[in-house]
């Protein structure tokens, strides 16, 4: 049953950006056969990335540790067929008036596929990979939610060599668009920052609005992110990094992560402190 649903979804997929190319191109004013194109490839990345989920979603994921892989199951994947949902009729839309970032939109989700599918099968990565998926995220978002979603990001060129946990970070991040941006009126600013400060690393992920009018909103899935996120951590770094988390004026939160730089640049999983404990 699971294959035949799978089956149907990738032909409706396909069949979408046949129309979406094949509509868009029949205006006078934009490049038929570039839209085509366009839409091609909206069916070929989709179809790619469904058969890959299909063929991943039965198997462990290779980036959890096992001490916290029951709770990291109860987190959203890195690519869910909603945000692939809102991301298609996004770019089906900016094809009818900017051909161009409709472009960089496909262009900038065909790269957020092909690098959380390369993280999802490694346990560990550097900080430069983690925060690059991040970034790609974050652009196909802002291109679906224009001025709701104010990105701002500081990352230091000497964090980016450190050792990390693949797509720790990621669902924090998700969680910022997903509970802020998306549910307020007003703009929200998600904040991710990395820098060194004495001798430590610290990682900073955020996300607020400035209104006074803003919604509060709470979720257990962004306690669920942390909780699962600390375990992570010091899983792979040990005991001594620091995870904090509060909230931030009316709605959002702050996560804080503290790394000393001794244990950053030598990484070990929870299976080698025990070893040692």
Same mark, same amino acid.
Request: charged residues 20%.
């Given at each position: 049953?699971?294959?035949?649903?799978?089956?149907?979804?990738?032909?409706?997929?396909?069949?979408?950006?046949?129309?979406?190319?094949?509509?868009?191109?029949?205006?006078?004013?934009?490049?038929?056969?570039? !839209?085509?194109?366009?839409?091609?490839? &909206?069916? +070929?990345?989709?179809?790619?990335?469904?058969? =890959? /989920? @299909?063929?991943?979603?039965?198997?462990?994921?290779?980036?959890?540790?096992?001490?916290?892989?029951?709770?990291?199951?109860?987190?959203?994947?890195?690519?869910?067929?909603?945000?692939?949902?809102?991301?298609?009729?996004?770019?089906?839309?900016?094809?009818?008036?900017?051909?161009?970032?409709?472009?960089?939109?496909?262009?900038?989700?065909?790269?957020?596929?092909?690098?959380?599918?390369?993280?999802?099968?490694?346990?560990?990565?550097? !900080?430069?990979?983690?925060?690059?998926? &991040?970034? +790609?995220?974050?652009?196909?978002?802002?291109? =679906? /939610? @224009?001025?709701?979603?104010?990105?701002?990001?500081?990352?230091?060129?000497?964090?980016?060599?450190?050792?990390?946990?693949?797509?720790?970070?990621?669902?924090?991040?998700?969680?910022?668009?997903?509970?802020?941006?998306?549910?307020?009126?007003?703009?929200?600013?998600?904040?991710?920052?990395?820098?060194?400060?004495?001798?430590?690393?610290?990682?900073?992920?955020?996300?607020?609005?400035?209104?006074?009018?803003?919604?509060?909103?709470?979720?257990?899935?962004?306690?669920?992110?942390?909780?699962?996120?600390?375990?992570?951590?010091?899983?792979?770094? @040990?005991?001594?990094?620091?995870?904090?988390?509060?909230?931030?004026?009316?709605?959002?939160?702050?996560?804080?992560?503290?790394?000393?730089?001794?244990?950053?640049?030598?990484?070990?999983?929870?299976?080698?402190?025990?070893?040692?404990?």
């Amino acid at each position: 049953m699971k294959r035949i649903n799978g089956f149907y979804l990738l032909v409706s997929v396909i069949i979408l950006g046949m129309i979406i190319g094949y509509v868009a191109g029949s205006a006078a004013w934009v490049n038929s056969l570039q !839209l085509m194109l366009v839409g091609g490839i &909206i069916a +070929l990345i989709s179809g790619l990335m469904i058969l =890959r /989920l @299909g063929k991943t979603n039965s198997k462990a994921q290779a980036w959890q540790i096992p001490s916290i892989k029951r709770g990291a199951d109860l987190l959203p994947q890195p690519i869910t067929s909603l945000f692939l949902f809102n991301t298609l009729h996004n770019i089906a839309a900016l094809i009818l008036f900017d051909a161009q970032k409709a472009g960089e939109t496909v262009e900038n989700l065909a790269n957020l596929i092909r690098t959380t599918t390369d993280l999802r099968r490694k346990q560990q990565t550097f !900080l430069g990979e983690e925060f690059k998926a &991040i970034e +790609l995220y974050l652009e196909v978002e802002k291109a =679906r /939610l @224009g001025e709701r979603l104010i990105i701002a990001k500081d990352f230091s060129k000497s964090c980016l060599e450190i050792p990390f946990p693949s797509l720790a970070l990621y669902p924090i991040v998700h969680n910022c668009v997903r509970f802020g941006a998306e549910m307020q009126m007003h703009p929200v600013t998600v904040v991710v920052s990395c820098h060194k400060q004495n001798k430590d690393i610290i990682i900073e992920v955020a996300d607020y609005v400035e209104s006074r009018e803003a919604e509060a909103i709470d979720s257990d899935e962004r306690m669920i992110a942390f909780r699962t996120l600390q375990r992570q951590l010091i899983g792979f770094f @040990g005991q001594s990094v620091k995870c904090s988390r509060k909230p931030i004026s009316v709605q959002g939160e702050l996560v804080t992560i503290s790394v000393p730089l001794k244990d950053a640049m030598v990484p070990r999983f929870a299976s080698q402190h025990t070893e040692d404990n």
